[in-house]
């Protein structure tokens, strides 16, 4: 009864383990970049209410698109608080792309701040861009 009871229990744990999604990679903050991130929105200045949308494309050092690599973005929201979002992951062409949702409304012109963090297996790479939103 014991020997069963433990059996149950290791198949669970091990079933626990097997269905836990990995953690998100990350890049080593010591070495140095090795893949070439760039970023850029669809638009400089929008009105609030208005959809805004985020492209990246990776390179490797030699200007071959990076397919798979994980992008990480990092937006500072109005609030002052930082939101953590992933991106798909890159196609064939190095390509990602992800709407970003701006739901709250300015009275002042404010600006924007987007970077992302590119990570495949142990290279990574970082960019940034900004955007402003107008009432």
């Not at 009864?1 to 836990?20: D, Y």
């Not at 890049?27 to 805004?52: E, K």
């Not at 190095?94 to 987007?114: A, D, H, Y």
């Amino acid at each position: 009864m014991i020997h069963r009871l433990c059996r149950l229990l290791i198949l669970a744990g091990l079933w626990l383990v097997a269905c836990t999604a990995p953690p998100a990679p990350t890049p080593t903050p010591t070495s140095t970049p090795t893949l070439n991130a760039s970023l850029w929105v669809d638009y400089p200045i929008i009105h609030t209410g208005y959809q805004q949308a985020a492209t990246v494309i990776v390179n490797d050092g030699a200007g071959k698109p990076v397919a798979g690599a994980t992008v990480i973005g990092e937006i500072m929201t109005l609030e002052g608080k930082l939101e953590t979002f992933y991106f798909p992951s890159t196609d064939d062409e190095g390509k990602s792309r992800m709407p970003l949702e701006i739901l709250t409304q300015v009275e002042t012109s404010q600006v924007i701040t987007l970077t992302v963090t590119t990570v495949e297996q142990d290279r990574w790479g970082k960019s940034n861009t900004s955007f402003q939103i107008i009432p």
